[in-house]
Structures are given as structure tokens and as C-alpha cells.
């Protein structure tokens, strides 16, 4: 499923997507049909309320895409927001993974999953594979990456990436993500050392491949940059995704030590920062949201000049 | 969504469908294209393969639901089975669902989902609820309950329980899973007292609902017994969903102290156990799986006499 005609991994096809768009944004696409751009309204089609709403998320994404996506290297959709829209949704999921790719974009699939090894199978088919069936094959998501929640333990972990592995894809683990729970369980300090989102950390380093970049990320929650510098020390190959800026209350310029051993290896994701700008610097959607991508694109940039 | 015409929330809804069809047997859903029933290759139709595949796996888990439903009183669509066929996939798993409602099942969709509160809430509509759109609103898939992940803490398990709760539905929260990866992470010691599973267990039953059995469920591997008698204790309210009997090699004889506080408080699931049946017992594949079915749903049943 690799976007590029390069046999390389996804580590390696991240890497010369950065550099040639000389950008690190992660562009967030979680639609929520309340709130959709007007010229996506207006384009909406079908005959269900499904149809039409979804029809409309799949404008509106499109539109995003090609107001900001010149300013990012990786569009992640959300899925959550394509499931509340049943296969109508669906449809609309694959059609904006289409555009993105088309665009020029790596696609992350932001589904946060998780299972016992057969179906953690079905999900790595299911988001960056293929399924075998009695009637042919059946061509997933063909996402380049996507999020896995890594509370099941290695076992469900290894199956996932396997399965994203014999695609060229790549996996990014929750770590210490980027919400006020994840105080909860994550920073839980652990009986003989360290926390459990450092005990996750040190399997993530564990389980990528060989090379400059792993092909296994991880999340890291922006609004936590305290953390960042020891992230780095316990996964000095990982690719991190940073979620949690702008809307979220992070700052991208907290975040240096995550682009230390090259641009690559931070990626900042940002959603609604860039989808609302209008509504806090004026201008129309698509202006002000390229606007804001463009600033978020040099700043990360510039904190990467050592890389 | 309440499958009865009743008010009253999951827990209550669910003991009485115990009472009523005198079984706490879990039906999993999890179809694999290429090990269907022969009779649900027949049934395919459909212009591409995905479509072929998806109307095999509905024909399937109807006939499963047909032969082996009566002796049950939860179905459980795996959704990763479903997701790999695309929108059609999405619709064969409505279809499912709305068959399984039909034959008087509540049905629990397992997605082991996890999300920031926002995106939590976008799979409670997904599942469960309604999504509102400019266009009319869009009904989710109408489960009963679902399955959640606990790793990004206490804000995002609350965003999926509001979100159920106001559809009188239901949360299984990951507490002790039945994969040997769980004790990986899950069976951390933590420093000041206990493991992250006891943590976690401590937090469903607080967030859990008033009365005799409560709304927030926990997923409680059978695979190890050893743990069920503490999980009681921290979680004397609570229904419990026991995954691993049968194929995954835990036994049922082993789950006693799971049903104490009345029988609808321990859910014996099983899937490969019932719907191959056939190829350790001999007979059809659906007369076998009722067999089966049945078989598990006495040895539970005779367990909870105290209940």
C-alpha cells in the first residue's frame, strides 16, 4: 500500500515526504457535521440523511485538503467521526483517503485500535491491507499508518504491526497522550521504576525496525513537553506524533527535543486550530485555514534546523 | 435504543433477558471470509468481492444467530471482522444486528474503542446513539453496549459512558484481558498499592451507575481465574464479560465466584468454541453450534444457583 513507488518502509517514505515538502504537519480531519464549511453544505447529495451528511463531511475534508494540505505531509482522519455516518461514512472515509493521497499526502488512520492477535489481524487488514476472501480480495483503507492502544500488551501490539508491516505501513502507539486522564493510568508510577507510559515507551523501542527511523511511533501528547526530552531518551528512533496543539492548549515551541535526530521524527498534528481559523483570525475557511497551517509548518521547521 | 419498550438502563435490561431466556451465554460474531459456513457462501451475491464477501459473513452470523442464538442472550459482532469489507462490510453488520435483535438478542459491539472526550463521543453516536446533522439525524448502529479502553483514563471512559448512558446502553470496560500479552502492562505492580488492572477495576465501579447491577461493565479474561474472586471484591456490582472459554483455553468450572452477586453479573462468551463445533464434534456446523451453545449455556447456568 505504499504510496510511493519505493519498496521502503514507512519510516523511510515519511522521511523524503518531509523533506520534499519541507513540512512536519499532521493535518487532523475530524469532521463533525454540525460544524462543516459552507461550500461543503452546499455539495452535499444522496437521499438519506446519511448520504447527504456524509456526502458533505467528504466535501468539506476535500476542501481542507486543498486549502491547508500543501502546508502538511500527513492527513490523519479520525474515524470515529466516518463510523457515525454508517457506510455512507465509509464510502466518504475511503474517498477522502483517496484525495489526500492524491494530494500528495501520507494518510494516518486515527482509529486508536487494539485486540487479541486475529483480530488485531482484521484491523491491520481492515486499515493498511488486504482481506482474503472465497471471492477475491478485498483492498482495505490502504492507509500508509495507523494508532494503536497498547493497554492488551505486546502480543496485541506485534499482530498490529506485522499486519502494517507486510504493507510498508506504519503504527503509532498511544504513549502519553495528550487529554487531563491521561494522568490516570498512564503517568501511574510502577512498583521497581519508572511510569507505566515509560514502560510502554521501552516496548515501542523494542518493537521497531532497524534504521535511522523505526516504523513504529509514538504518541505523545503535546501538552506534556516536560516529558518530551525523556521520550526522546527512551526512543531515540521513533517517530513521535504530537497531537495536542492550538486547540488543545500545547505550543509547538515546547517541543524541541522531539525533532533531535531529524524533522522526520517529529510530526505535529493539529485539527481544529486550522479548520477554525477563520473564526479567530478572520478570512474565508480556506484562507485563513492555509494561513494557519503555513505558520504551524515554519515554526516546526525552524525548531528542526538542527536535524 | 433500548431494545425493549422499557425505560429502565443496560444492567436492568440485561437481567432480565437473563431471567427470561435462563442463559449468560455471549454469541461472538467474529466471521472470517474464508472460513464461512458453506451455506453462507451459497447465499453471496453482490458485483464486486467486497460485496460478495459481506453478504456471506451476514448470511453466516444469521445462520450462527439462527442456530445457536436460542441458548444465548448477548451477540457479539466483533467490528475489526466487519470493517475489513469496507461500506458493505458496514452494512452486512447492521443487517447483523438488526437480525440479532429480532431473534431477541441484546447486541454488544466490540470495538474496544478509546478516544479523547470528543472523538469518545463520536463512537458513542457511532454505536449507540444519534448523530445530529444539518441534514436530519443519523441513527448509529443501535447496540446495546459496547466494549471501551481504559489506557487514556478516567475523562475519555466518561465521554463513552455519557454518551451510552443517555441511550440507556451499556460500557464493558478492558480490565484483565484473556491474551497472554496482559501481563505485559495490565499486570504491572504499581508503587503505592496494587496492579494497573486493580486501578482500573477501582474505576469502574466507581463510575458505574446506582443499583443492583451496575451500567459500566468490565472485560475479565477467563484465562485467568485466579484474578476473578479479586475482581469481585473490587467490583462487587459490576457485569462482568468472561472472553476466553474454549478456544483461547479457559473453562467455565473455574468462573464461580464471577456469578455471586446473581447470574446476569458474569457473561460467558465464546465464538470459535460454538461456530466450529462441528469440526470437533461432528455434525452440520449449525446443529453442532447449538449443541454447543447449549452445553456452555447449562455448565454457566448450574453455576449461579446461588445467584
Same mark, same amino acid.
Given at each position: 500500500?505504499?504510496?510511493?513507488?519505493?519498496?521502503?518502509?514507512?519510516?523511510?517514505?515519511?522521511?523524503?515526504?518531509?523533506?520534499?515538502?519541507?513540512?512536519?504537519?499532521?493535518?487532523?480531519?475530524?469532521?463533525?457535521?454540525?460544524?462543516?464549511?459552507?461550500?461543503?453544505?452546499?455539495?452535499?447529495?444522496?437521499?438519506?440523511?446519511?448520504?447527504?451528511?456524509?456526502?458533505?463531511?467528504?466535501?468539506?475534508?476535500?476542501?481542507?485538503?486543498?486549502?491547508?494540505?500543501?502546508?502538511?505531509?500527513?492527513?490523519?482522519?479520525?474515524?470515529?467521526?466516518?463510523?457515525?455516518?454508517?457506510?455512507?461514512?465509509?464510502?466518504?472515509?475511503?474517498?477522502?483517503?483517496?484525495?489526500?493521497?492524491?494530494?500528495?499526502?501520507?494518510?494516518?488512520?486515527?482509529?486508536?485500535? /487494539?485486540?487479541?492477535?486475529?483480530?488485531?489481524?482484521?484491523?491491520?487488514?481492515?486499515?493498511?491491507?488486504?482481506?482474503?476472501?472465497?471471492?477475491?480480495?478485498?483492498?482495505?483503507?490502504?492507509?500508509?499508518?495507523?494508532?494503536?492502544?497498547?493497554?492488551?500488551?505486546?502480543?496485541?501490539?506485534?499482530?498490529?504491526?506485522?499486519?502494517?508491516?507486510?504493507?510498508?505501513?506504519?503504527?503509532?502507539?498511544?504513549?502519553?497522550?495528550?487529554?487531563?486522564?491521561?494522568?490516570?493510568?498512564?503517568?501511574?508510577?510502577?512498583?521497581?521504576?519508572?511510569?507505566?507510559?515509560?514502560?510502554?515507551?521501552?516496548?515501542?523501542?523494542?518493537?521497531?525496525?532497524?534504521?535511522?527511523?523505526?516504523?513504529?511511533?509514538?504518541?505523545?501528547?503535546?501538552?506534556?513537553?516536560?516529558?518530551?526530552?525523556?521520550?526522546?531518551?527512551?526512543?531515540?528512533?521513533?517517530?513521535?506524533?504530537?497531537?495536542?496543539?492550538?486547540?488543545?492548549?500545547?505550543?509547538?515551541?515546547?517541543?524541541?527535543?522531539?525533532?533531535?535526530?531529524?524533522?522526520?521524527?517529529?510530526?505535529?498534528?493539529?485539527?481544529?486550530?486550522?479548520?477554525?481559523?477563520?473564526?479567530?483570525?478572520?478570512?474565508?475557511?480556506?484562507?485563513?485555514?492555509?494561513?494557519?497551517?503555513?505558520?504551524?509548518?515554519?515554526?516546526?521547521?525552524?525548531?528542526?534546523?538542527? /536535524?
Amino acid at each position: 500500500m505504499s504510496t510511493s513507488g519505493a519498496s521502503s518502509g514507512f519510516a523511510s517514505r515519511l522521511a523524503s515526504a518531509v523533506q520534499a515538502r519541507r513540512s512536519q504537519i499532521v493535518l487532523g480531519l475530524d469532521p463533525d457535521p454540525a460544524r462543516l464549511w459552507p461550500q461543503a453544505l452546499e455539495a452535499a447529495s444522496g437521499s438519506s440523511a446519511a448520504e447527504q451528511a456524509a456526502s458533505a463531511v467528504e466535501a468539506h475534508c476535500n476542501a481542507l485538503i486543498e486549502a491547508a494540505g500543501p502546508a502538511c505531509v500527513v492527513a490523519k482522519p479520525q474515524l470515529a467521526c466516518f463510523e457515525r455516518l454508517g457506510a455512507p461514512g465509509r464510502d466518504a472515509l475511503g474517498a477522502v483517503v483517496a484525495h489526500a493521497k492524491a494530494a500528495g499526502l501520507l494518510v494516518l488512520a486515527d482509529g486508536k485500535r /487494539g485486540d487479541i492477535d486475529v483480530s488485531a489481524a482484521a484491523y491491520s487488514q481492515s486499515l493498511a491491507g488486504v482481506t482474503e476472501t472465497p471471492f477475491g480480495p478485498v483492498a482495505g483503507l490502504g492507509a500508509d499508518a495507523f494508532t494503536a492502544n497498547p493497554y492488551m500488551g505486546i502480543d496485541t501490539l506485534n499482530a498490529l504491526i506485522e499486519g502494517a508491516r507486510a504493507n510498508d505501513a506504519g503504527v503509532f502507539v498511544l504513549v502519553r497522550t495528550s487529554n487531563p486522564g491521561a494522568a490516570d493510568f498512564e503517568d501511574l508510577e510502577i512498583a521497581d521504576h519508572g511510569t507505566l507510559w515509560e514502560r510502554v515507551a521501552q516496548a515501542v523501542d523494542r518493537l521497531g525496525s532497524e534504521g535511522e527511523l523505526s516504523d513504529v511511533g509514538a504518541v505523545v501528547g503535546a501538552t506534556a513537553p516536560e516529558y518530551v526530552a525523556r521520550m526522546r531518551e527512551l526512543m531515540p528512533r521513533t517517530i513521535f506524533l504530537l497531537p495536542g496543539i492550538g486547540a488543545q492548549g500545547g505550543s509547538v515551541e515546547d517541543l524541541a527535543p522531539a525533532f533531535s535526530p531529524g524533522r522526520a521524527a517529529g510530526l505535529v498534528s493539529a485539527s481544529r486550530s486550522i479548520v477554525f481559523a477563520s473564526e479567530e483570525h478572520g478570512g474565508s475557511p480556506a484562507e485563513a485555514a492555509r494561513a494557519q497551517a503555513e505558520l504551524l509548518r515554519d515554526s516546526a521547521w525552524a525548531l528542526g534546523a538542527e /536535524g
